[in-house]
């Protein structure tokens, strides 16, 4: 019984704190994504070493940000989450993070999606990987 409260107390949390994100992250849209990646071509090699990201425009909302995170790819919406869309809240790749151009020069980190350096209300928005042979298919 003990095991049963702790359990429906722990969904109770979780769902919780999910809901209180959501409504403090509303600047991004669920944008369609739907990005080819060939790993072959000179443009996406550098993909092939861990800590290396592109950037991928015309996809999401500000574009898409594909890492090599060593055990694998995450894909990143390029948009600062915690910015209205403006022209300077585009992220920029800086080494494993990317910056917002606006004034407060938001960082977030491209291996796991949370701010870096001060607390943020929101992680970047991610987009699913699919690994096939030297293709990157990224989708929503």
């Known amino acids: 019984m003990k095991h049963f409260f702790l359990l429906v107390s722990l969904m109770f949390l979780t769902a919780c704190s999910r809901n209180n994100s959501d409504e403090n992250c509303k600047f ?76 407060d020069a938001n960082t977030y980190s491209l291996f796991t999606g949370g701010s870096v350096g001060q607390q943020l209300a929101c992680g970047l928005k991610e987009y699913r990987v699919n690994v096939s042979g030297n293709t990157l298919i990224i989708s929503n």
């Open 28 to 103: 991004l849209v669920n944008a369609q994504v739907n990005a080819s990646v060939n790993m072959n071509l000179p443009q996406y090699s550098q993909l092939q070493f861990t800590s290396n990201s592109v950037y991928l425009a015309n996809q999401g909302n500000k574009g898409v940000i594909v890492t090599n995170v060593g055990s694998g790819y995450r894909a990143w919406d390029a948009a600062d989450p915690n910015h209205e869309q403006s022209t300077c809240s585009l992220l920029k790749i800086n080494g494993a993070n990317a910056v917002c151009g606006c004034d």
